[in-house]
């Protein structure tokens, strides 16, 4: 079965940064695209980025576009996401998930909260 264990969450100011890791298992990882979604408080799930199966094909939403990178270690089997100069906007439960766009999501998240 499909599980997907986030980490790296944690309490950071406006202008901080953050490495979201998600360790994957049960399923083909270097054959499938991955991606984050997150969900704020109060609001529904939003996508925030994919990534292709070989790590060359990479999408954001506009929102974190410049500040945020998704990238990949298919030896590892684990997928990342560095946040810079994060925002108060930014305070979400974060997922990772299988396959391109909202995808399938397999963990419980990691909570990033962007507080002064």
């Known amino acids: 079965q499909v599980q997907l264990v986030e980490s790296g969450g944690d309490l950071v100011q406006p202008g901080g940064s953050l490495r979201l890791s998600c360790a994957a298992s049960?399923?083909?990882?270097?054959?499938?695209?991955m991606g984050w979604v997150r969900q704020a408080p109060g609001k529904g799930l939003e996508w925030v980025s994919s990534?292709?199966?070989?790590?060359?094909?990479?999408s954001y939403a506009d929102s974190v576009k410049g500040r945020f990178t998704i990238s990949r270690d298919n030896a590892k089997n684990t997928l990342y996401l560095q946040m810079n100069s994060l925002k108060s906007d930014d305070t979400a439960v974060y997922y990772c998930a299988r396959g391109w766009g909202m995808g399938q999501r397999g963990g419980q998240g990691t909570q990033v909260t962007v507080s002064s």
């Open positions: 049960g399923f083909s990882f270097s054959s499938s695209a």
């Open positions: 990534i292709g199966s070989g790590g060359l094909s990479t």
